[in-house]
């Protein structure tokens, strides 16, 4: 049994502690801060985001579990948390320092899953508050020295992620980290990451060796020594425990008598608080880089969707000419509204006489008001179709959307499952139908040719005919069975172009174009219709263009408090 210890922490200026008042307005300020951080979500998948998040967690941890806890209640206990990998004989070394079972010990790997906090009775009161205590089970020991709060950890390498994911958190919470290793472990990479980080951050550690075979502890102390004069760490103090040879119960007390006196005199009042304000430098200290370090990676999930904003910006060119030319080809015409004029040109039917020889229209009384009635369901065919045909429009260009998004770009991924497809289809409805809608309602009246200036008798005649010619027709349909010839003319029904020419003359076939270019313009529109709705899924705070000054902002709080 060969037990040592190195030096202790130094005693810093107790600094903040002493003021409280500015110990409050920091903590504020970190609490203001960890709201800003749990905010921030970085939800593009690029390069280094998986860091970016770990750290952003890991600094909500060290946020709301030992900040923001530690500036409330300075006289709060120091925690000690007893951390290192599974078997390395953290449970058993906590239960000796206390002399008696409060965290099971055990052969199977890892034992302790659900973390032990062990204080003495009369400091219940000062941990209350504490939000560690939310995720532990609580024992109450008077072996523990006042102003100490031992904890033991699950291991930190754990296989199992829950294990370690506890095990990081409570090493944020941390005032004081009594790291376990064993002479079998201590080569091990990931204790030591986990140091360096701890380093980084200015937290106050102390190094338990423990189960050192007699025979090999001058080369493994050295050893070790030698390590933590690598990592920045000689200052910390090194326990060493020997092995107690076959252990089948606890550990005698007396194997870590040093750590148990070190820790009494941590617990005096000048001590404990003098690692407490020590630990809270550092941390202080580690938070500047730390939140700059997230606002870089807000900054670069801006740039990202900045990137793919531009990138949707010149998407589906082709795909708007495209669907421009099939509506200018006569896809709208096709189908429902030709079957609708098949019928209403046939031998008998309303339009038979206009459509047929001379197209000198059958005048009698009341025949425009009766084929404007009998036109109207061919209206609302050509309503329908063109609302089908801008929605397989649209659709088509959503689809092209999200295989671009998903083997493409940056981010492209999370746009293409944030971008909701349910909902998308539902708005592209509503939108197809408004657009089908104000198409078929556009202006069809054909107003008469104009003569132009000075023009010549030839002209004046013509102009003239064309102009009984026009009237005539109107008078022929009425005003709405014009327009429904003019709309199906212009969405390609066959027959009908040739019927307006004969009826209305060069005016309506110039309203015709007019009428086909407003179709090209409402299929060029479904495809524009959602490269905007993608971009609009990219409008989330986190990545508007100052999502990253909002962290910077809290940071310059902070500065001038510390
Ligand atoms: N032989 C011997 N065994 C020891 C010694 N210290 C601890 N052990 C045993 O090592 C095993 C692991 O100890 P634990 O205290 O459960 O280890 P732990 O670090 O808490 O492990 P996890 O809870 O899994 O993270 C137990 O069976 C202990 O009895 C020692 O000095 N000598
Ligand atoms: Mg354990």
Do not use: C
């Amino acid at each position: 049994m060969n037990t040592q210890a190195a030096s202790a922490p130094e005693p810093g200026n107790g600094d903040i502690l002493d003021r409280p008042r500015t110990a409050a307005s920091l903590a504020d300020a970190m609490a203001d801060l960890v709201r800003d951080v749990r905010a921030t979500v970085l939800p593009l998948e690029i390069p280094g985001v998986r860091a970016a998040r770990e750290s952003r967690t890991r600094l909500i941890d060290q946020l709301a579990d030992h900040l923001v806890p530690r500036l409330r209640t300075l006289s709060a206990p120091a925690v000690v948390v007893v951390a290192g990998s599974t078997g390395a004989g953290k449970s058993t070394i906590v239960n000796a320092l206390v002399g008696e079972e409060v965290s099971p010990a055990g052969v199977l790997r890892p034992t302790t899953r659900r973390p032990v906090l062990v204080h003495h009775p009369l400091d219940a009161e000062l941990l209350a508050e504490h939000p560690v205590l939310a995720a532990v089970d609580v024992q109450v020991s008077e072996q523990v020295p006042r102003g100490i709060a031992l904890l033991d950890a699950p291991d930190l390498d754990s296989v199992e992620e829950a294990n370690r994911r506890a095990a990081g958190r409570l090493l944020e919470a941390a005032d004081l980290w009594l790291f376990v290793t064993t002479a079998a472990r201590y080569g091990d990479a990931l204790p030591w990451r986990v140091l360096d980080g701890a380093v980084a951050r200015g937290a106050s550690v102390a190094m338990v060796l423990n189960r050192v075979p007699g025979e090999s502890l001058p080369t493994v102390r050295g050893d070790l020594m030698q390590r933590l004069r690598e990592h920045g760490m000689q200052g910390s103090p090194l326990f060493v425990v020997a092995d107690a040879g076959p252990l089948d119960g606890p550990l005698d007390p007396s194997a870590v008598a040093p750590v148990h006196r070190w820790l009494t005199t941590l617990a005096g009042p000048d001590r404990a608080r003098s690692v407490i304000a020590r630990t809270l430098r550092g941390s202080l200290a580690a938070l500047r880089p730390w939140v700059d370090e997230l606002a870089e990676a807000v900054q670069a999930q801006v740039e990202a969707a900045e990137d793919l904003r531009a990138g949707l910006g010149s998407s589906l060119e082709a795909t708007e000419r495209a669907a421009r030319e099939t509506v200018v080809r006569g896809a709208v015409g096709h189908g429902g509204p030709q079957a609708r004029w098949a019928e209403l040109t046939s031998p008998g039917a309303v339009l038979d006489d206009l459509v047929r020889g001379s197209g000198r229209p059958d005048r009698s009384k009341g025949r425009g008001r009766e084929r404007s009635t009998a036109l109207a369901p061919l209206v609302e065919e050509l309503a329908r179709s063109a609302r089908g045909v801008f929605t397989a429009i649209g659709a088509g260009g959503e689809r092209e959307l999200r295989d671009w998004l998903r083997d493409g770009p940056a981010g492209g991924r999370w746009l293409s499952d944030t971008w909701d497809g349910a909902a998308r289809a539902a708005e592209r409805e509503s939108e197809t139908d408004r657009a089908a809608r104000e198409w078929v309602s556009a202006p069809t009246g054909v107003t008469e040719v104009e003569t132009g200036p000075n023009p010549d008798r030839a002209r004046r005649r013509a102009v003239a005919r064309d102009a009984r010619r026009i009237a005539a027709a109107h008078r022929a349909l009425g005003e709405d069975g014009a327009g429904a010839v003019l709309l199906a003319a212009a969405s390609g029904v066959e027959g009908a172009e040739d019927t307006v020419r004969t009826l209305f003359g060069p005016a309506g076939e110039q309203r015709v174009a007019d009428l086909r270019a407003r179709l090209a313009e409402g299929a060029a529109g479904a495809v524009a219709a959602e490269r905007a709705a993608a971009r609009a899924a990219l409008d989330v705070p986190d990545l508007a263009e100052d999502a990253a000054s909002t962290l910077r902002l809290r940071l310059a709080v902070i500065k001038g408090l510390t």
